[in-house]
């Protein structure tokens, strides 16, 4: 069954995913990093930051770049997107990200996805905006594929737009272990 699970965006919320892949979204720009990718980045000792500082990475739309988090995080891996220039960031860009999104954990057999939507942590697209459109245009829920569990880390106003989502595409409710968040499964 595909799930759809909320959790706040704090580092030990991580902890109640494990053997996920977490899905990092970055824009070239380079300022501090924010949100998921700059949770990561201070747990992970500044890696995604020297990356960035020597130009090993340059979030340029389409880039991917494969993190093994070691012992630092409890997740098998850390992929991160690039997103191209904020300024070309657009709805059709946060669903091509997405489908990127997919189609990686696909080539992974990877199952379980934390992620924090492209653009929210810049204040680029709303919560509302960003949930409407995983909703409706992430492959796995259109399709109902069973294979894929999201967690989606944002702000805890996501977590009733997620609900409303949940049930206008016929998801059931649960709660998760330990109160970190809601799950949705179909």
Same mark, same amino acid.
């Given at each position: %069954?595909?799930?759809?699970?909320?959790?706040?965006?704090?580092?030990?919320?991580?902890?109640?995913?494990? $053997?996920?892949?977490?899905?990092?979204?970055?824009?070239?720009?380079?300022?501090?990093?924010?949100?998921?990718?700059?949770?990561?980045?201070?747990?992970?000792?500044?890696?995604?930051?020297?990356?960035?500082?020597?130009?090993?990475? /340059?979030?340029?739309?389409?880039?991917?770049?494969?993190? %093994?988090?070691?012992?630092?995080?409890?997740?098998?891996?850390?992929?991160?997107?690039?997103?191209?220039?904020?300024?070309?960031?657009?709805?059709?860009?946060?669903?091509?990200?997405?489908?990127?999104?997919?189609?990686?954990?696909?080539? %992974?057999?990877?199952?379980?996805?934390?992620?924090?939507?492209?653009?929210?942590?810049?204040?680029?697209?709303?919560? /509302?905006?960003?949930?409407?459109?995983?909703?409706?245009?992430?492959?796995?829920? %259109?399709?109902?594929?069973? /294979?894929?569990?999201?967690?989606?880390?944002?702000?805890?106003?996501?977590?009733?737009?997620?609900?409303? $989502?949940?049930?206008?595409?016929?998801?059931?409710?649960?709660?998760?272990?330990?109160?970190?968040?809601?799950?949705?499964?179909?």
């Amino acid at each position: %069954m595909t799930s759809v699970q909320y959790i706040p965006p704090r580092l030990d919320a991580i902890r109640f995913v494990p $053997e996920s892949v977490i899905c990092c979204f970055q824009f070239q720009e380079k300022k501090p990093l924010k949100g998921i990718a700059g949770l990561i980045d201070w747990r992970m000792l500044g890696c995604v930051s020297r990356l960035r500082i020597a130009d090993t990475w /340059e979030a340029g739309f389409g880039e991917r770049l494969l993190v %093994m988090p070691g012992n630092r995080l409890p997740a098998s891996y850390i992929v991160l997107f690039g997103c191209g220039r904020e300024a070309d960031f657009t709805e059709t860009v946060y669903t091509e990200l997405l489908t990127q999104m997919i189609g990686c954990a696909r080539e %992974m057999r990877a199952s379980r996805i934390v992620l924090s939507p492209p653009g929210r942590s810049e204040d680029l697209i709303s919560g /509302e905006a960003a949930i409407r459109l995983f909703f409706q245009n992430c492959p796995a829920i %259109m399709c109902n594929e069973s /294979e894929f569990s999201f967690t989606i880390m944002d702000s805890l106003e996501i977590q009733s737009i997620i609900e409303s $989502e949940s049930e206008r595409h016929r998801l059931r409710t649960d709660l998760t272990p330990l109160n970190t968040g809601r799950t949705f499964t179909s």
